[in-house]
């Protein structure tokens, strides 16, 4: 039987080495692989470049090895809410690989399923498809590196002519992803949110590291209801369910006057 337990994140990251390219799935605060993201950090990890749909915040997720400037590159969709990405970005000491949300679940997607690149009309007639995008600034206000023009070509899509822009795939070193649960063959199950770019992250990695909060039997999940099927997992820690989880921004509602 194949068992693809390890005893401690420690352990499942310990061979992360300097410089690595790592997927990270995550949405906003959602299913931040918080415990791998710590091991990783505790070890010194560094210079390393991370596919990932945002950042984290300054003190969570992500935010938690660009504080101690551990990252190197960032590709990602959204970056609004670090004030730390920003100031290493406008500075010049980090890279940002700004990429269309879709585009980026598809790069991910593709790099998984073997697809070294494909075309989508997403970008078209923007610096994405164009060229010049900024990817690091110099520390002056000027840019240092800037993103390339990439290939177009026309397709007829449902009878009418559009332009598309080329998209590689994208494969990883590592990934390291959070699920709900998750069995010692590698089957995981995802919980609402936090399904969003963590089954996407894993399959892109060469080496996908899972940590779940509740770690079962092979067959006590159903095959129906597996999210991510083990072939694309390598190692799976158990975290537990009592492990924190952050909100973004909490929203509550004013009740109704009277009510």
Same mark, same amino acid.
């Given at each position: 039987?194949?068992?693809?337990?390890?005893?401690?994140?420690?352990?499942?990251?310990?061979?992360?080495?300097?410089?690595?390219?790592?997927?990270?799935?995550?949405?906003?605060?959602?299913?931040?692989?918080?415990?791998?993201?710590?091991?990783?950090?505790?070890?010194?990890?560094?210079?390393?470049?991370?596919?990932?749909?945002? =950042?984290?915040?300054?003190?969570?997720?992500?935010?938690?090895?660009?504080?101690?400037?551990?990252?190197?590159?960032?590709?990602?969709?959204?970056?609004?809410?670090?004030?730390?990405?920003?100031?290493?970005?406008?500075?010049?000491?980090?890279?940002?690989?700004?990429?269309?949300?879709?585009?980026?679940?598809?790069?991910?997607?593709?790099?998984?399923?073997?697809?070294?690149?494909?075309?989508?009309?997403?970008?078209?007639?923007?610096?994405?498809?164009?060229?010049?995008?900024?990817?690091?600034?110099?520390?002056?206000?000027?840019?240092?590196?800037?993103?390339?023009?990439?290939?177009?070509?026309?397709?007829?899509?449902?009878?009418?002519?559009?332009? =598309?822009?080329?998209?590689?795939?994208?494969?990883?070193?590592?990934?390291?992803?959070?699920?709900?649960?998750?069995?010692?063959?590698?089957?995981?199950?995802?919980?609402?949110?936090?399904?969003?770019?963590?089954?996407?992250?894993?399959?892109?990695?060469?080496? =996908?590291?899972?940590?779940?909060?509740?770690?079962?039997?092979?067959?006590?999940?159903?095959?129906?209801?597996?999210?991510?099927?083990?072939?694309?997992?390598?190692?799976?820690?158990?975290?537990?369910?009592?492990?924190?989880?952050?909100?973004?921004?909490?929203?509550?509602?004013?009740?109704?006057?009277?009510?």
């Amino acid at each position: 039987m194949i068992d693809k337990q390890v005893a401690s994140a420690a352990e499942a990251v310990a061979d992360i080495p300097d410089g690595a390219s790592i997927a990270v799935g995550g949405f906003g605060l959602s299913g931040n692989p918080m415990a791998l993201i710590e091991a990783l950090l505790a070890q010194g990890t560094t210079d390393l470049s991370v596919i990932s749909n945002n =950042c984290g915040v300054d003190d969570w997720g992500l935010g938690l090895l660009l504080g101690q400037r551990r990252i190197r590159k960032m590709t990602s969709s959204y970056v609004g809410e670090n004030k730390e990405f920003e100031r290493q970005f406008l500075e010049g000491d980090l890279e940002l690989e700004l990429t269309p949300q879709g585009t980026l679940a598809e790069k991910l997607r593709a790099g998984g399923a073997g697809v070294a690149a494909f075309f989508t009309p997403t970008g078209v007639g923007t610096q994405v498809a164009e060229g010049g995008l900024p990817r690091r600034y110099d520390g002056n206000g000027g840019v240092a590196v800037a993103s390339p023009v990439k290939e177009t070509r026309t397709f007829t899509v449902a009878g009418r002519e559009r332009e =598309c822009v080329l998209e590689e795939g994208i494969v990883a070193d590592f990934a390291l992803v959070h699920a709900l649960r998750g069995d010692r063959h590698g089957n995981l199950v995802f919980n609402k949110a936090a399904r969003n770019f963590n089954p996407l992250a894993a399959m892109s990695g060469r080496v =996908c590291i899972a940590q779940v909060e509740e770690l079962v039997e092979p067959g006590e999940i159903d095959a129906d209801a597996v999210h991510l099927p083990g072939i694309y997992v390598h190692r799976v820690v158990e975290v537990g369910t009592d492990i924190e989880k952050r909100i973004e921004r909490r929203t509550v509602a004013t009740p109704a006057e009277g009510a």
